[in-house]
């Protein structure tokens, strides 16, 4: 959501980027096209929160906020897709009323009627800011009858603020089988809050989780459900986007394993894990395969991050918009060695289906720098990196003709990285926040990376997908160069392919 409250030092950024700020859009095209091909963008405007989809009427239809001018009070949009990979926009989904934005929360389709709307009616909770005040955020209902197209207010908030001082937003619902009743998670600053219902109107308060040692901020867009493992065991995942960097941690999705009784969700393990070690993966959904709810789901997040989120970028100024969401993921739950349960992620298969083209290169093994026989904007790189004894080794995408601008990703030290820092432009800089690393085991001799570059963003895949690093990259229009790099010793890149997206 348009984040006034966010509590994280901001001193070093332009006026714009302050939290709370806006920035107008320029309306005239000053640059060649650089929209993303494969990623889901606004039309125009701000676009920020994606709101976790629901399926029905043979289509997935997600939401996200979205606005005229960045980071400025807006209202749903509404996106259909039928393969999680091309979406088509249907306009304006819940308006904003005047000098009231609608925020963060979630739908649900009440097939049973237990709101009294109907079968099959589309019922939403949605934090508003109530009275303008940042910290009077309540919890509204909307309900549509057809289909999710158009919604009517219910009213008076369903779910009042407790206190008044701290944020209360984002409810997220998950209808509990086993108790046959609806749960809510709500978001508030270092604890997640559970309610539960019969009707979705009438809201119960059952317990908080609270997570405060190290810091890693606000609870944003929680998220609740239960999974399947790939062992058959079934277990609860609460997840929220967090601000770990205040603890060396990732600004991303933090979740943890357990279970749900109906009263409270409890952990075996005290530390989160991370969906995303990367900057820009935050506000994160997920939502469940409808062709096997129990043991599959995707996932999407918005590629942004609120140390830099509200100001001008360069699709602002090529195409009259700013912010695109990741590629759709799809998540499985694996039983790791330790005894624990971690999700994996992987781009969702029907990506393939947008290849217009397949590349495979020769295999090249070096101990320097070598420039592959490829140069493109839109496509998924997949390839293998071995090595015996050597300092750092990688690839470089996005690389332009004369070698200065790149973004490198490359494994070192028992970290797995990604530097996009030569690939700033003057006037657009991350500053602190050009590299992410993510842990990676310090003996490894061999990598599998799955990478998917767009446009303006940079998504990584490490191995069987416990580890992912995603950014957005201020690429421009001649980035189109790919290099291998090593360097301390040899290491050989093989199984090299190259697949365009369309």
């Known amino acids: ?251 991303t999705y933090a979740y943890w394993t357990g279970t749900w009784n109906g009263t409270s969700f409890t952990t075996g393990g005290t530390d989160p894990q991370w969906l995303d070690w990367g900057w820009d993966w935050y506000a994160a959904v997920t939502w469940p395969n409808a062709a096997s709810p129990t043991t599959s789901r995707f996932a999407i997040a918005w590629m942004n991050n609120w140390h830099y989120a509200a100001r001008t970028v360069p699709t602002d100024l090529s195409d009259g918009y700013n912010g695109q969401m990741s590629a759709v993921r799809e998540l499985g739950l694996a039983r790791q060695p330790g005894g624990w349960y971690s999700l994996l992620s992987q781009p969702v298969p029907a990506l393939r289906n947008r290849v217009t083209r397949t590349v495979d290169l020769d295999s090249v093994t070096t101990t320097g720098s070598v420039d592959l026989p490829y140069r493109g904007s839109s496509y998924e790189l997949e390839l293998d990196i071995s090595w015996e004894q050597l300092n750092n080794v990688g690839l470089s995408v996005g690389k332009s003709a004369d070698g200065t601008r790149h973004t490198n990703i490359g494994v070192f030290q028992g970290s797995v990285y990604v530097d996009r820092g030569p690939s700033d432009r003057a006037g657009y800089t991350f500053g602190a926040y050009t590299q992410s690393n993510a842990p990676i085991d310090p003996a490894a001799r061999l990598v599998h990376l799955k990478v998917l570059v767009d446009k303006q963003s940079v998504e990584v895949f490490v191995n069987a997908g416990h580890t992912v690093l995603s950014h957005q990259v201020y690429f421009e229009t001649g980035d189109t160069g790919i290099s291998v790099y090593a360097d301390g010793g040899a290491a050989t890149f093989s199984n090299i392919t190259v697949r365009e997206l369309g």
């Open 1 to 251: 959501m348009p984040n006034p409250s966010r509590r994280t030092v901001l001193q070093a950024l332009t006026t714009a980027a302050v939290v709370g700020a806006t920035t107008r859009i320029p309306t005239a095209a000053a640059a060649p096209s650089q929209r993303a091909v494969y990623h889901l963008t606004p039309p125009s405007g701000w676009l920020c929160d994606p709101q976790r989809p629901i399926h029905t009427g043979g289509s997935y239809h997600l939401y996200y906020l979205h606005s005229a001018e960045n980071n400025a009070p807006g209202w749903w949009q509404h996106a259909t897709t039928t393969d999680n990979v091309a979406f088509t926009d249907q306009g304006v989904g819940i308006p904003m009323g005047t000098d009231f934005p609608v925020w963060t929360g979630s739908g649900v389709v009440d097939t049973a009627n237990t709101a009294g709307f109907g079968a099959g009616a589309v019922v939403v909770l949605a934090t508003q800011p109530t009275g303008g005040d940042r910290y009077d955020q309540e919890q509204y209902l909307y309900h549509s009858t057809d289909g999710g197209f158009t919604f009517t207010a219910y009213g008076p908030p369903v779910i009042s603020n407790p206190d008044h001082n701290d944020w209360f937003r984002d409810p997220k619902i998950h209808w509990d089988s086993a108790r046959n009743e609806w749960v809510a998670v709500i978001g508030r600053w270092q604890s997640m809050w559970f309610y539960t219902s019969n009707n979705l109107i009438n809201w119960t308060y059952k317990s908080s989780f609270g997570y405060t040692t190290p810091n890693i901020g606000g609870m944003e867009c929680p998220d609740l459900f239960e999974m399947t493992a790939d062992d058959g065991t079934s277990h609860w995942v609460l997840a929220a986007s967090t601000q770990g960097d205040y603890s060396g941690l990732p600004d």
